[in-house]
């Protein structure tokens, strides 16, 4: 799968962006999908992530009730709608992607991902 990220950009505290990540190559239905970021001198860290189907969704603490994910199979398309945006957001943002073998599979962790984008920058201001 090619998984190209777009929609990121500079804005300010409480504003709103959505990014969307364009798969290509492969079944993208046959895929749990997901979201990770790095700031600058800090690891990667999972975002968010969603079942193959788009049944399951899980978001991490630091953006729960912010941030949520969805995915369209129609469209080859992930999407991330981020509000209430903090500077603390600012980071590279990446989508992924990693093998289904359950149609209830998630995954939290970078590593059952193969398939990584090319990161979108997100740079929020206080």
């Known amino acids: 799968v090619q998984l190209q990220a777009s929609g990121g950009g500079l804005v300010q505290a409480g504003d709103s962006l959505r990014l969307s990540c364009a798969a290509s190559?492969?079944?993208?239905?046959?895929?749990?999908m997901g979201w990770f970021r790095q700031a600058p001198g800090k690891e990667r860290e999972f975002v968010a992530a969603i079942s193959a189907t788009g049944d399951i969704t899980v978001e991490a603490d630091s953006v729960k009730g912010r941030f949520t994910i969805s995915r369209d199979n129609a469209k080859n398309m992930l999407s991330l709608q981020m509000n209430s945006l903090k500077p603390d957001d600012t980071a590279v943002y990446y989508c992924?992607?990693?093998?289904?073998?359950?149609?209830?599979?998630?995954?939290?962790?970078?590593?059952?991902?193969?398939?990584w984008g090319q990161g979108t920058q997100v740079t929020v201001s206080s």
């Open positions: 992924a992607g990693g093998r289904a073998p359950l149609r209830t599979s998630i995954y939290t962790t970078a590593s059952p991902y193969v398939y």
């Open positions: 190559g492969r079944t993208f239905s046959n895929y749990v």
